[in-house]
């Protein structure tokens, strides 16, 4: 009686979920903007974020007929607007070059349709350095080509191009700034990147606020970066909207990175980008566990991720911690990794509460993958699973992961997870899957990462309290691997091999309480 009453359950549960719609290509993406901003809806607690209203005043630029830079016009109009209590700055249709701009308190930059802004390539456009950051690490450098510190109720919106540093320029050619020129114990004002003197340079972000509250972005889109594109750091109160961003091929060239921010909204964007798409972010290793300021309670729906390294991403930088994340009815079609967790042993921090709902992918490696342990050339001999290092304050973990309502159209591997023997990957739910892992592997986008073939249709080492329930495979994949997991529930999980019979396999010798209920399937 009791089987048949779980049977029955599991039974009305997946017609339930049958009835969930779950986007397309088409319904989402900054194409599908709408005029107003819809109530926003979280399992935890949420603002009603609004678009800003600026004051009525407005000073309009008009674009240089003999190509000069206009950065000091456009600086004096911001400047002069923010003194007088705010206002529009609208740069008018067609050609503008300019080095850095800043964003001061209630004022609106606006561009309108068939504007485009160039920015300089040369690192004396950018000077003198900032407060910044570079992936987490607070440094004094170039920062963004828009940047704005300490402001509240600023705004870069319209339906203008932006087209990153020249190519060719210092800034392209300099010297980056890399992880291993900044000791910890060093003070922030000493870490100092200005490209003078042999120094090395911070790469500029595109459009980057930081300490800032009230920000809104909307409409514009966003070109040839030199690093990543839309990176608010230490924000509150954020609402990205109706964006496209195209910087396939440039390394590090992320779309819309979440460092350490709190209540964030970002919905009907478009990315095509040279690494992760949408990725929230808590700060780098000891730095980011130093100054303890988590991304938490923010809301991603409506995307649309093109190619890229991950499409809805957590990490890989968590040392003050990732929380309350919740992204929802969005398509990831064509990149790397669809929903991707990431962090490295001396990460530090992690992700919790972490909800993904209504999701679809295609993708050319995993569709959902945790990645905890790093390779070599980043953490050298931490990336050796075992044996496992003691627990310190930079052992970073990932729980309190829920997954449900995703179709996939194809992808290397449905599920990876990499959990570390110290930390597993602790209480994910994955529930109402229907997956066609079926793909074309001789083809990539993606160069030196191209995918190789693998058997596993799901993959997973170092996890405890793993429920996954109402599964519909089809694969081409044979095997089905667990690797020292503990608390493992298979319910209502069901794979059809094409052409061949699933292989199980049990390996390492932590594997504890492991539970399968309606699976055509056994261990």
Known sequence: MKRLLTLLLGLVTVAASAQVHIPTHEEVGAACLPETIAPIEAPFYMPQLQKPVFPDREITILPATDGRMQTREIQQAIDRLSKQGGGRVTLAKGDFWTGRITLKSNVELHTEEGTTVRFSGEVEDFLPVVFTTNAGVELYSLGACIYANGAENIALTGKGRLIGPAKGGSIREGRPQNDGEIDPDTPVEERIF???KGRAIQLPTFFGPINCKNVYLEGVSFEQTAFWNVAPVYCENVVIRGISISSFGQPCGDGVDITCCR???????????????????GGRNEFGYRVGRPS??????????????????VGSETGGWCRNVYAHDCVCEGTRVGIRLKTRRPRGGGGENLYFERVRLKTEAEAMAWEMLGTANFVGGLASRLPAPPLTHLTPSFRGVTIRDIEVEGCRMLLYVQGIPESPAKHILIEHVKADTRRDESQSAYGHYKPQPKPYVVDMVDADGVTLRNFEVVTNKEEFRVTDVRNLTLENFHITVDGGKLKTELSGHENQHLRLENCNFAF
Do not use: P
């Not at 209540?263 to 972010?281: F, P, Q, R």
């Open 194 to 196: 200005d490209g003078k």
């Open 263 to 281: 209540y964030v909204l970002v919905e009907y964007v478009t990315t095509d980008c040279g690494d992760d798409n949408i990725a929230v972010k």
């Open 296 to 313: 938490e309670n923010i809301v991603v729906r409506n995307c649309l991720s093109l190619r890229g390294m991950g499409g809805l991403t």
